[in-house]
Structure formats: structure tokens, C-alpha cells
């Protein structure tokens, strides 16, 4: 059974700098693309950017775009996600998700192994 475990949070003050990783461990490579969501207190949990390992495709949510940057080592099977820049909005817990599907997703109905996440807080 694969497994998603999330790494890298913590507080850090307004325009600093956070890299997320979501190692993956299991049998079998969780997915052919693999996302990060957000979920702050008292809101949905909301898309924040994907990634197609084959070839590198990615896409944003518009909040991330020029912010944040996905990226990943197919080697390590383990994602990332750069973020700069932060605001107090950015407060929240991140999650890594996988989908064994090829096409990006952004709804996390979509994706059928979530890590537990991570928490990101942003202090001014």
C-alpha cells in the first residue's frame, strides 16, 4: 500500500520562504500526477498546484502562480513545493495527493491517496 508522508512545515514570518516534500513509500509509485492542497481553519480544502511526472507538466492555482514552484525527483519519489513570498493567507495545512490517472486534476475528489499533511503557519 503505497503512502504519502508530508515534511517541512512550520512558522515562519511574512515573506519568508517554506519547501515542502511528500516522500512516497510503498510498492509502487503513487501515481502518474501528483498535487498539493491547502486547507485552512473553517475552509474547504482548495487546489494549490499539480504536476505530471512524464514530461514535468504543471499547473497553479492563481494565488501560487510566481509564488510557489511544484516540482519533483522521480528517483526519491518525493514531491515538493517551494514557497516564497508568504502571506498570513497562506496559513493552512498542506496536503500531497496522487492520482494514477495522466490528465492534471485540480479537484481533490480526483485523487485517491492523500498524505496526513502538514502545517504551514504564516505569522506578520
Known amino acids: 500500500q503505497v503512502q504519502l508522508v508530508e515534511s517541512g512545515g512550520g512558522t515562519v514570518q511574512t515573506g519568508g520562504s517554506l519547501r515542502l516534500s511528500c516522500a512516497a513509500s510503498g510498492r509502487a509509485f503513487p501515481g502518474a500526477v501528483m498535487a498539493w492542497f491547502r486547507q485552512a481553519p473553517g475552509q474547504d480544502r482548495e487546489f494549490v498546484a499539480v504536476?505530471?511526472?512524464?514530461?514535468?507538466?504543471?499547473h497553479y492555482a492563481d494565488f501560487a502562480e510566481g509564488r510557489f514552484t511544484i516540482s519533483g525527483d522521480i528517483d526519491k519519489e518525493t514531491l515538493y513545493l517551494q514557497m516564497n513570498s508568504l502571506k498570513s493567507e497562506d496559513t493552512a495545512v498542506y496536503y500531497c495527493?496522487?492520482?494514477?490517472?495522466?490528465?492534471?486534476?485540480?479537484?481533490?475528489?480526483?485523487?485517491?491517496?492523500w498524505g496526513q499533511g502538514t502545517q504551514v503557519t504564516v505569522s506578520s
Open positions: 504536476m505530471r511526472w512524464n514530461g514535468g507538466t504543471t
Open positions: 495527493a496522487a492520482r494514477t490517472g495522466w490528465t492534471l486534476r485540480m479537484r481533490e475528489d480526483d485523487y485517491d491517496t
